[in-house]
Structure formats: C-alpha cells, structure tokens
C-alpha cells in the first residue's frame, strides 16, 4: 500500500515571499501521478497541479511548481510570490492509475500568508 | 466551480438515523469517487464506481452503500449512524481515460450526527 507523509503541519510566509511545502511517499509502482489540492477556509478541494512520474520535467502552474525527486520518492510545492488567497490547506496525494486509481492524500500542511 | 455538485451543503442527524447523500459528476465524466474527511481519520477513500460498476472499496465501513445511476449520478447511504460517522463527504469525479486521471472535487455535504 502507498503513504503519503508530509511532515509540515504548519507553516507561514509573507506576502511576495516564496514557500515549499514538503511531501513524501512510499510505493513500490513505476507508473504513478502526484497532485498537491487546495483547501481553503471554504473547504473546496481545488486541484493545484499533477505531475506523471514518467516525466522528469517539474510541472508549473503559474506561481506553482513541483521538485519531482523519482529516487528518493519526494514531491515538493513550492509557491512563489505568494499571495493572501494561497491561505489554505495544502495536501500532497498520490495515484496508480488504472481501473481504481483512487487518490492517497498525506495529512496536510496549513499555510498561512501574512502581510 | 469544478462542475461537481453535491446536495446537500449541510445535514445534520440523530444517532441511529440514515442518511443518503448525492453526487452528479462534471458533464462526460465517468467516474465517481466518495471521499471522507475526519479531524482523526483525514482524507479517506470510500469507494469508486465507473459507468454505473463499482470499481474499488475503501475503508468504506458495512453501514454505508454507494451506486452510481445509470444518468451517472451517485448516491452515497449511511446508515445506523454514529457520533464518529460526522465528517464532510466528498465527491470527485474524473475522465477516467488515457491520461485525464486529475479528480475534481465537489463542494462537500457536511454531515453532523448528534
């Protein structure tokens, strides 16, 4: 079975300021997908970014992007210019696709963006 | 707004009572997922269905049901509830084809059983 740690329960960044949030799983697949999701205060879970492990190129979204570490099973956010919206839960999951490819979520980390 | 709806928003319950929560997933998807967040337990996997089939279970415990309509709807159904069956309820939903694996999430049905 996978797991999905992220050590960070909290952690805190000034507006503008760059964040990473750490995350590390354990699996014995080749083929797999990474996500970090969202939760702000509204308790939505917004997808923030995937990344195949086929892929060695770091995935991006904008002001997100991920340090895919294959061998040493480690998939870290890193936010830059932060803003007061990136305020939220952050969770790191991971996925064997497939027929049941449903998601393992870590515990989280709390973000908080202050002024 | 990820295209997934859930109803209700908010439900709150006797101990003992049953409950049906209910999914409609992004237009073309095929797949349903229901997920559980607890303040003890996190995120957690129910359960999976996939064109109206159940696909895969979770830590789905005996007293709750799923089925997928065939309109692709879903209902998820508690019953005997408990004080530690109060948690927000997801729904996500997915492609489910090739490489279009990312699962968008509904808005939740809080639950709180009294």
């Known amino acids: 079975a996978q797991t999905v740690t992220q050590s960070q329960p909290e952690m805190s960044v000034q507006e503008a300021e760059t964040v990473t949030l750490s995350c590390t799983y354990d699996?014995?697949?080749?083929?797999?997908?990474l996500f970090w999701y969202k939760q702000p205060p509204s308790r939505q879970m917004i997808l923030v970014i995937r990344?195949?492990?086929?892929?060695?190129q770091n995935a991006t979204e904008n002001r997100f992007s991920v340090n895919f570490q294959k061998a040493a099973k480690s998939f870290s956010l890193k936010i830059s210019d932060s803003q007061l919206g990136d305020t939220a839960m952050y969770f790191c999951?991971?996925?064997?696709?497939?027929?049941?490819?449903?998601?393992?979520f870590g515990t989280g980390t709390r973000l908080q963006v202050t002024l | 707004d990820s295209g997934v709806t859930q109803t209700p928003k908010h439900l709150i319950t006797a101990t003992g009572q049953r409950v049906t929560l209910r999914c409609s997933p992004r237009?073309?998807?095929?797949?349903v997922y229901w997920y559980q967040q607890s303040l003890d337990q996190g995120l957690q996997f129910l359960i999976h269905?996939?064109?109206?089939?159940?696909?895969a279970k979770g830590n789905i415990l005996e007293r709750f049901s799923a089925q997928q309509f065939p309109d692709l709807h879903s209902e998820l159904n508690l019953s005997s509830l408990e004080l530690g069956d109060s948690a927000l309820y997801f729904c996500?939903?997915?492609?489910?084809?090739?490489?279009?694996?990312?699962?968008?999430f509904g808005p939740g049905t809080r639950l709180t059983v009294t």
């Open positions: 996500a939903s997915s492609v489910a084809t090739g490489l279009h694996y990312e699962q968008y």
């Open positions: 699996t014995s697949e080749n083929n797999y997908y």
């Open positions: 990344q195949e492990a086929y892929k060695q």
């Open positions: 999951a991971f996925m064997k696709p497939g027929t049941a490819s449903k998601l393992t």
């Open positions: 237009s073309g998807d095929l797949s």
């Open positions: 269905y996939y064109n109206g089939e159940e696909r």
